[in-house]
């Protein structure tokens, strides 16, 4: 999560999105998901870089946590984020066209777009 974190969500690229003209909010913060007893298990992070276009700019959980649902509940909760600020659409680039994430994108309604690393899908 460090390295995804680090990576997609680098103070600089964070700066650029919330300074971004036109009135699209740009950043709209981390999720953060904890077990009972504290621990963080999964993050997200996104924001609405472009009016009407969320995009998801980092999504981890921990190996222990997959196939909890903790990944899908920190999307939803990123994704009506994203709809609060009118997002119609929504986006993720993967690091490579191949990503182990790729399945649970697809599996929420993610499909390709004209670069195979980049996904979207629209909002109900």
């Known amino acids: 999560m460090r390295r995804l974190i680090s990576a997609q969500c680098a103070l600089p690229r964070i700066r650029a999105e919330i300074e971004i003209p036109g009135g699209a909010p740009g950043w709209l913060g981390w999720l953060v998901a904890t077990d009972t007893e504290g621990a963080v298990v999964g993050v997200a992070a996104g924001g609405v870089p472009v009016p009407g276009e969320g995009e998801v700019y ?54 390709a777009l004209a670069d195979p690393a980049r996904l979207g899908r629209p909002l109900p």
Do not use: C, I, N, W
Request: proline share 7%.
């Open 58 to 111: 980092a999504l981890a959980v921990a190996p222990g946590s997959r196939r909890t649902g903790v990944g899908t509940a920190l999307l939803a909760a990123a994704t009506d984020r994203m709809r609060a600020y009118d997002a119609h659409e929504q986006r993720v680039k993967l690091p490579v066209d191949t990503d182990p994430a790729l399945p649970f994108y697809t599996h929420q309604g993610f499909t």
